[in-house]
């Protein structure tokens, strides 16, 4: 049983950071990506999406058209960028990208078959080849993100056109998966979440027939992929069918127990069966989903929030593994990751969920954008080091700098759909209780009828400050980084039972509840049994994990060490810097440079004020060094 | 002009740890590799090599006969086998052996082509494909091999045969790329420092020749594989002919200033580039030699003497990129380092050389194989990390403990050579002066009529003593990690000026010199340009880096930390550990268990005696946490 439901789209108005980077989303992000979808955008690869939907519709009337272009799961662009445009009309009001969209929906419309199949890379071409290739032609991915589009368009605008269309699509894959007996599950989880969304927005069962189905089937036949592959003489790219712990089916997922394969394959596939786990209350799906967010959490995530630690099919690894330097943590990853949190979080309400689905947010999720909207990371290193990332091949897939656009463009629209609907993730409600899970600035409109402001500068103040329209319950998380915290009600200091991290205070309207939060900078030390962080240390500021950057430090951090004996200093906002933020000072020591490689001559280290930024904003002032690791002394 | 010649290979009769080691060569090694070579040895991967000859004799007579098996480089296993048998031969009576490399070489003459071409891949079949892959077929690669095979023999044996075959080979050659002008160059460098052995030996001048054609000829046009690609419909590998650097043919070699591509073709080209400019006077060669020389020690080379950062390709990479975890640092590449260290001192008297061929062959070089001769490393990292090392993509090809034998067996042969040819790196004589290079126990004799008995026990004491029987000079290299020494002549101490590195004594029959070494375990501190070694220290003793391993510190090495305010202190040596050796007891931290992947709990640490053993003899106990750059607290 569900412990708490989503609030509604429209349901939080952002004010301070949040608006900020919803901004950027509304004003920058979508318009860019919007050009870059119908080719408009010079200079960057070539993206087709709405030539393919077009081109889809004139192969389904028998008219000339081009070839498809572009990835297998092109589609699926089309369907997170909807996505993140409805979620930014719910918060600005945009009549002309509503009318874009409007647009977009009725040529998507017109690309779908009579039998209700959707996708333009097999209606444009190659019909004969539909359903062939589970394991690589994203065709169960593409439609599970343009039902994620469908669900927020209709929730955003009430408009039923892409839902309609959408959930004819989920009939003609139930006809095919449950009707028809087709064998197989998806290449790359996904539509089971989408799945549960329609369900949810819909009422519609075979929705959730279908997700329980895909869940349910995973990995009960591991060979599958390999019988799939003999039965058809074409590939996508060729991948190996027996490898099947990346495959995530290497057993019926119940019975998984470390996270494994393709990192965003995984959080995506770990959050549907969070989902059908709340919606069915299903104990043994939950244990399992239990205990893969353990072993991700306790074993396989960086301390930036990022999962994947290696390039090699964009994976988990093994257990430790966690090169600061040749990390992957994909953006994708940390936001499939913050998924699955907020999941879980819909399982069992505990602070931990909360603690590393804002950790994620806050790190390598925003970390994934330039200030400017208009450059994008897909891999997120801890560690930077120009003349070796990007110009080695252990170190190939390592941008110093964020290019604008890729060809596997999977990560920007998902920034911008996570990050327009990020009060879909602050805030959820129950009953007569809303819960308050990230300090996000802003209106909240419950659906039980409460109503709060919530007022803070967060994650760069401490304070937060909730004024309440309505009578009802908070209850409202204390990140596990905050040992020490105040709350008051009506400036009278209260002492509120924590439970498992959440805070629960009955409320009345007009009532207004402030917290303060232990904004102390801290220094964090990994586990020994990482074997790259011997000695090492991180700094971060409640949720803001904090990296060093060598246009900070006269060029190089490689040299320098942190004097932990004493406390870094945060300096004042600084609105001119990287679009506003605080600097940290960090007392420390340079090594002198040394003669020659090696040397027995033991080192001079001089003291010396080190300087660090919130490790999402690195990488904005051209190519520099950066770790966020330091050396301890 | 050369600055001192080699001794011959029956001048050197070892004592002490040489001797140790030419006797595992000799007693285990060759034995070993005789059976596999003969594939006689089961369990191991199937060489086949000897029957590679026997059938490319059937097919030049017409016979029915089996395919050619093996890699294309097959061969060259047998020109390392011979020339570590010869060298071996020379030390140690062995009729048996001797008889056994006279008959392989009987069945060798007879695989030879009447026009003198000698390769069994293309005589067993498709003789048509000759000489039209250079990039990749490893023909010239081959001949090198036997030619130095050829020349080691005939050195330890006075036999011709073998020789005679291989001088008609490089006549062969000779014909097809100076007489008949064919294009191209090695893909795989060897053959340059096989020739000038064969000049050497022989006199023959079309060696001289070819070997500086080859060397001149390299990077004149960087298009040629390219052109060669294009010429041929065959491939080995389908090896990129466009990747120039990797190939050594971005540029003429006198142009290069580099260490780039496949560091063994590397260093074996850079060697023959110093045998052809000390032996021609070649002042702009050497100043090539010189700069690359430079590259690597300065800033591509690990502090165990290894070279080749990256299993990809097994190459060079950047400047400071020497990752301890993902090393490749193979075990050949520090055989050819030392190769290349030995003709820089042939060019210019310099310590710095023979510091590096003293490095590279107490560590990697030794560390290739087990202490039973059984077993070889191929990749030597720095670090060994059970359940990521040979488990996780990236660290794929890191092997925790050393596998029997490879398909690409170029390593055991390869370090049995260097090994059973000791003497030719430590000794070395120039008109009446007896060089020293490395301390290598035993009795020498040179050319030039100066005997000497060399007594010690290095690297495991810091005194070495020399008994003289002639009248002449001796210059002795002091280390330079040895800052302190003392010299003493038949009993008083003596002050000889140091000349880069070396110390000149003159000497008459009967004299006694003693040598005092300081062997005081020093830390070693990397370049704060290596981004992977901030804040860490390795640990040596004379030339000997110690490691630290599980099994002597209860099972953990990476949560320890290394207290450099204390000198760790050299344990008596034990004749029962590790086939004897001196441990090492060294003042540090163990960490305590965190709980969590990342706490903000400062850690615990308590004091603890931490125990190093020579790097060389990792690896020994099954599979164990290694790592040779500790954390300095």
Redesign the interface.
């Known amino acids: 049983m569900k412990k708490m439901d989503r609030i509604s789209i429209t349901g939080y108005k952002p004010s301070g950071f949040v608006k900020k980077y919803q901004e950027l989303i509304h004003d920058i992000m979508i318009p860019y990506q919007y050009r870059v979808l119908s080719n408009q955008e010079p200079n960057v690869s070539k993206s087709n999406v709405i030539e393919n939907f077009k081109n889809a519709a004139k192969a389904l009337r028998g008219e000339k058209h081009d070839s498809f272009y572009g990835m297998v799961f092109q589609d699926s662009d089309a369907g997170k960028f909807i996505e993140a445009a409805a979620y930014s009309l719910a918060t600005f009001q945009d009549k002309e990208l509503e009318k874009i969209i409007d647009e977009f929906i009725d040529i998507i419309a017109e690309a779908q078959d009579e039998d209700g199949y959707l996708n333009t890379r097999f209606t444009v071409q190659e019909k004969e080849k539909r359903w062939e290739n589970l394991l690589e032609a994203h065709e169960l991915y593409c439609a599970g993100h343009m039902m994620e589009g469908a669900c927020a368009y209709y929730e955003a605008t009430g408009k039923r056109k892409f839902l309609d269309v959408m959930e004819r699509n989920a009939e003609h894959i139930y006809n095919k998966f449950i009707v028809n007996k087709a064998e197989g599950y998806p290449g790359h989880p996904e539509i089971e979440l989408a799945l549960m969304k329609m369900y949810r927005l819909t009422g519609n069962e075979h929705c959730l027939d279908l997700a329980k189905h895909f869940i349910d089937c995973r990995g009960v036949d591991p060979h599958f992929y390999e019988k799939e592959r003999k039965a058809r003489s074409w590939v996508v790219w060729g991948s190996n069918p027996s490898n099947y712990e990346y495959q995530q089916n290497n057993k019926p997922v119940r019975e998984l127990s470390e996270a494994t394969g393709h990192s965003v394959r995984a959080a995506y596939l770990y959050t549907g069966m969070a989902d059908l786990a709340s919606e069915t209350d299903d104990k043994e799906l939950f244990d399992a989903c239990r205990r893969l967010w353990d072993n991700i959490?306790?074993?396989r995530?960086y301390?930036t929030g990022g999962i994947g630690?290696?390039h090699?099919?964009e994976a988990f690894?093994?257990?430790?593994?966690l090169?600061s330097?040749?990390a992957y943590a994909e953006t994708c990853a940390s936001i499939a990751l913050m998924f699955f949190a907020s999941r879980m979080l819909e399982n069992e309400i505990k602070g931990e969920y909360a603690d590393v689905m804002e950790l994620a947010f806050y790190n390598t999720v925003l970390a994934g954008i330039q200030i400017d909207g208009k450059r994008y990371f897909y891999v997120n290193p801890l560690?930077s080091?120009p003349?070796?990332s990007g110009?080695?091949?252990?170190h190939s897939h390592v941008k110093i700098t964020r290019p604008g656009w890729y060809d596997c463009a999977c990560c920007p629209p998902n920034a911008a759909r996570l990050i327009a609907s990020l009060g879909q993730y602050a805030y959820s409600e129950k009953d007569d209780t809303a819960f308050c899970h990230m300090y996000a600035s802003g209106d909240v409109e419950f659906k039980n009828g409460l109503k709060i402001e919530c007022k803070t500068e967060y994650p760069y103040e401490n304070t937060v400050n909730y004024k309440i329209n309505g009578n009802g319950n908070m209850a409202i998380r204390i990140p596990n980084?905050s040992e020490k915290y105040t709350v008051n009600k009506n400036g009278a200091e209260i002492n509120p039972e924590n439970k498992d991290g959440y805070i629960y205070i009955p409320v009345c309207d007009g009532d207004e509840i402030g917290i303060e939060l232990d904004m102390t900078p801290?220094?964090?030390?990994?586990?020994?049994?990482?074997?790259?962080l011997?000695?090492?240390v991180?700094i971060?500021v409640g949720p803001t994990v904090y990296c060093f950057e060598g246009v900070d430090n006269d060029g190089?951090v490689?040299?320098?060490?942190v004097d932990?004996s004493k406390l870094p200093v945060v300096e004042e906002y600084d609105n001119d810097l990287l679009g506003g933020t605080r600097k940290m000072t960090v007392k420390g020591f340079k090594?002198e440079?040394?003669k020659?490689?090696?040397?027995?001559?033991?080192?001079t280290y001089t003291e010396k004020d080190l300087t660090a930024i919130p490790y999402h904003l690195w990488a904005n002032r051209g190519e520099n060094?950066m770790?966020v690791w330091m050396?301890?002394?």
Request: net charge positive.
């Open positions: 959490v306790e074993k995530m301390v630690s290696t090699h099919g690894t093994k257990d430790y593994d090169p330097d040749t560690e080091i003349g070796i110009q080695v091949t252990s980084w801290r220094y964090i030390y990994a586990s020994e049994k990482i074997p790259y011997t000695g090492k991180a971060a190089d490689f040299s320098l060490s932990t090594k440079a040394q020659g490689l090696y040397t027995s001559k033991a080192p060094q770790r050396t301890e002394k």
